[in-house]
């Protein structure tokens, strides 16, 4: 044999292993850019439910409100007390996402 068919059958491998690697790489990032798209579409997903759960419990908060001002209501104890746990709550989850805000920049 001389070196000219050495090389070309040396070359015919590796190109063919090339062109499988170039494959798998290609599905790779494929499936990478899905996984990014999902990730992006369970991030909006969070926020959203976070804001729905603040926006009820805003709502509570206005609907306790207005019944304690109205004469004739007789609110009892439950009330006060689901008024509080619900500012409690609030406040525990604004300052969660505070912490998670600042240990993400550092």
Same mark, same amino acid.
């Given at each position: 044999?001389?070196?000219?068919?050495?090389?070309?059958?040396?070359?015919?491998?590796?190109?063919?292993?090339?062109?499988?690697?170039? =494959?798998?790489?290609?599905?790779?990032? $494929?499936?990478?850019?899905?996984?990014? %798209?999902?990730? *992006?579409?369970?991030? +909006?997903?969070?926020?959203?439910?976070?804001?729905?759960?603040?926006?009820?419990?805003?709502?509570?908060?206005?609907?306790?409100?207005? =019944?304690?001002?109205?004469?004739?209501? $007789?609110?009892?104890?439950?009330?006060? %007390?689901?008024? *509080?746990?619900?500012? +409690?709550?609030?406040?525990?989850?604004?300052?969660?996402?505070?912490?998670?805000?600042?240990?993400?920049?550092?």
């Amino acid at each position: 044999m001389n070196l000219t068919a050495i090389v070309a059958a040396m070359s015919i491998p590796s190109a063919f292993t090339g062109f499988c690697f170039w =494959m798998l790489q290609r599905k790779i990032s $494929k499936k990478q850019e899905e996984e990014d %798209k999902k990730d *992006e579409a369970r991030r +909006k997903n969070e926020i959203i439910v976070i804001e729905g759960v603040n926006a009820a419990i805003a709502l509570g908060e206005a609907t306790a409100r207005a =019944m304690e001002r109205i004469p004739d209501a $007789k609110c009892n104890g439950d009330m006060h %007390k689901a008024l *509080e746990y619900a500012e +409690k709550i609030k406040h525990k989850h604004k300052d969660f996402m505070t912490e998670q805000g600042v240990d993400s920049i550092y």
